[in-house]
């Protein structure tokens, strides 16, 4: 009998696991996750793999032999990642073969201390298609100014890449029509065939709540009026889910347009919108809240562990992600009366996401030089 993570599938959507670690693909947890949890693909960024290596001995090992070779800390860094990435690419193989290219992807991000230069993330994209060399691994780009000329780029050019750090939905237009955009100039040079580069948007869902509730709650306090005061409270919990519906209804507008359909015919693919950033951050909410109202066709959803579980355990399945699109709209307009500006929340959520990444990436390397010297004695 199938468990809805299972049935998720039926309603168009992957579930992609959002993590990665040595341990977890040793021990044969990833291949567990493959056959019993329909997970099809997976995710990575600078704080996964720096609880990674923080975390117990699995790469201590590697580092010593590294740093006894005399590697530098990014030397030896990258040869951790390089080992990871495609040994994840390699146990998603057969999921890649069985849908026709259409999941089994692993994603890397180009350094996060990189989302304001354009050349150097072209030159570093260009470098990991070239390093990885497997048709299911894609390139994390984040979704800055500067980032999306890199995105229709390294489009341009046939490489896989998954944008992430989209909060705004007039962002999310940026980025679809960067991946239109790359794949007409591709299509003009004949390099590779459209069918052959994947790509997707990679839209954060429960960090709206976190800081728009964070708001409310502030404005909540403020307020006097019993009225006023339950009408701010009705909004905690919405702007997330509003947020992202709104993007699912312009993706369809985009993907069903008559510039999409003349690519359509040469073969290209659907920029598919993932989900991320999905568990649930507030105890007071359903566990498997975002995960339940974002179902639907051409969609992923990037869980952790504990969302993983959760929906196996007690998700309800149902398409619900363009249910509600009015709804949406009035949660905005709500929103907006109440003096929360959803232009400055999203553009803070991106800057707070760039930094953190940033932050984790230099841990990282500290973790690295820590257990280095650790290891070696150097």
């Known amino acids: 009998m199938s468990n809805p993570l299972q049935k998720l599938q039926e309603c168009g959507q992957s579930v992609w696991y959002d993590n990665v670690d040595r341990e977890l693909l040793q021990s044969g947890r990833f291949q567990e996750l493959i056959n019993d949890y329909a997970v099809t693909g997976c995710t990575t960024n600078p704080t996964i ?19 006894e070779a005399g590697k530098s800390l990014e030397e030896t860094y990258n040869a951790i990642m390089v080992s990871d990435i495609k040994t994840t690419a390699d146990l998603l193989r ?38 990885f060399n497997r048709p299911n691994v894609m390139v994390k780009i984040p979704a800055t100014p500067e980032g999306i000329p890199a995105i229709e780029e390294c489009l341009s050019e046939g490489i896989n890449i998954n944008i992430t750090m989209i909060f705004a939905l007039e962002v999310y237009e940026q980025v679809a029509n960067s991946y239109l955009s790359g794949l007409e100039r591709l299509a003009a040079s004949r390099k590779k065939p459209l069918g052959e580069v994947a790509s997707v948007a990679s839209f954060f869902v429960s960090r709206v709540d976190t800081l728009v509730d964070k708001l409310l709650e502030e404005k909540i306090s403020q307020e ?22 709104l993007v699912y209804e312009r993706f369809e507008q985009i993907f ?16 598919r919108v993932l989900w991320a950033s999905t568990s649930t951050k507030n105890p007071g909410y359903r566990d498997v809240l975002y995960a339940e109202q974002l179902i639907g066709p051409h969609t992923i959803d990037t869980m952790p562990q504990q969302t993983i579980e959760a929906f196996a355990d007690h998700g309800q399945v149902a398409l619900t992600v363009n249910q509600g699109y009015e709804e949406a709209r009035q949660v905005f307009e709500q929103l907006g009366a109440a003096g929360i500006n959803m232009k400055q929340v999203t553009m803070q959520l991106l800057q707070d996401g760039i930094s ?15 257990k280095g010297k650790k290891e070696t004695g150097f």
Do not use: C, W
């Open 49 to 67: 793999f720096m609880k990674a290596i923080k975390a117990g001995n699995a790469y201590d090992e590697q580092i010593k032999q590294l740093f």
């Open 224 to 245: 006097s009026r019993p009225e006023e005061k339950k009408s701010l409270e009705i909004l905690r919990g919405k702007a997330a889910i509003a947020n992202s519906r």
């Open 256 to 271: 069903s347009s008559p510039r999409f359909k003349i690519l359509e015919k040469q073969g290209a693919r659907v920029q």
């Open 94 to 131: 057969p999921v890649f073969n069985r849908t026709n290219g259409q999941d089994g992807f692993v994603s890397i991000e180009v350094s996060p201390l990189l989302a304001a230069d354009t050349a150097q993330s072209i030159k570093v994209a260009r470098h990991f298609s070239t390093l």
């Open 356 to 370: 953190g990444f940033a932050d984790s990436f230099q841990q990282m390397i500290e973790e690295v030089a820590k």
